[in-house]
């Protein structure tokens, strides 16, 4: 299995729009965030977490031809704002699958009625299967995937385990029952917002406790605001098995 990050940052990005902090200005590529998104490959299938803003951009970047369905986390626009861009995906493929809470469905199909109507549809419109996940296992090219439940916030979201490897972006909760999901991983992706306390998101220190005690054999973290620091001062403050991800970078489970 192949995981790229194409975006690492969070809800504005970095640069942040007319910001002078240091990070903002800061010419490493590193430093330069998209919103938060993966692509995850196996065999012959290519699935995408989440299609923010930035959705276009990271396709054309990834060189990315083919989506076989979207997972959506929660419905906040840095995750889902760039739905209309699966357009040149459905003009080849036909309707996209989507993965979500029947809420986020719902919000979807508020914000975006045209893909989802089925009468006197705009002939330029895409249109997706949608499928409702539970918190119960679902399938997704041959591969049992697992949700993971948890709190951004007063917000219920869902991170998803696949095999070895588990995606959490903007949780601030995890029940214990549901950190049980996520024992014996080779690979943790989990959020890390910044080093001072935050009501929504997980800090850098909550999120090494996390990993200190579900002990996978790498993490990495994302959900990444300027206020972090430099990518290259963090890393080096890290645990050896600890990686700051950045946009583009891509690892092999």
């Known amino acids: ?62 060189n990315c031809n083919r989506i076989d369905g979207i997972l ?82 007063n917000l219920q979201v869902f991170g998803f385990r696949f095999h070895n490897f588990a995606y959490l972006t903007d949780m601030k909760t995890i029940a214990k029952e549901e950190m049980e999901k996520l024992k014996n991983l080779d690979v943790l992706v989990i959020n890390a917002l910044r080093e001072s306390e935050h009501p929504s998101h997980l800090n850098l220190e909550q999120a090494l406790d996390i990993i200190n005690i579900l002990k996978p054999k790498r993490a990495y973290l994302t959900h990444i605001s300027h206020l972090l620091g430099f990518h290259d001062d963090v890393q080096q403050k890290l645990p050896e098995n600890v990686f700051l991800a950045y946009d583009t970078l891509k690892i092999t489970i």
């Open 1 to 62: 299995m192949k995981v790229t990050f194409l975006g690492t940052g969070t809800s504005q990005g970095i640069p942040v729009i007319g910001s002078t902090h240091p990070v903002c200005l800061s010419t490493n590529p590193k430093d330069k965030r998209l919103r938060v998104s993966v692509l995850i490959e196996w065999h012959d299938y290519t699935y995408v977490i989440d299609c923010g803003p930035d959705f276009r951009q990271q396709m054309l970047r990834a």
């Open 72 to 153: 959506f986390t929660h419905e906040h626009a840095d995750h889902t704002a760039g739905l209309d861009d699966i357009r040149p995906f459905f003009f080849r493929q036909g309707d996209i699958p989507i993965y979500a809470h029947k809420r986020v469905l719902g919000e979807l199909e508020r914000r975006f009625d045209y893909i989802f109507e089925t009468e006197n549809k705009y002939p330029g419109a895409p249109s997706v299967q949608k499928n409702i996940i539970t918190n119960e296992p679902f399938d997704v090219g041959g591969i049992s995937v697992i949700p993971i439940n948890g709190m951004h916030y």
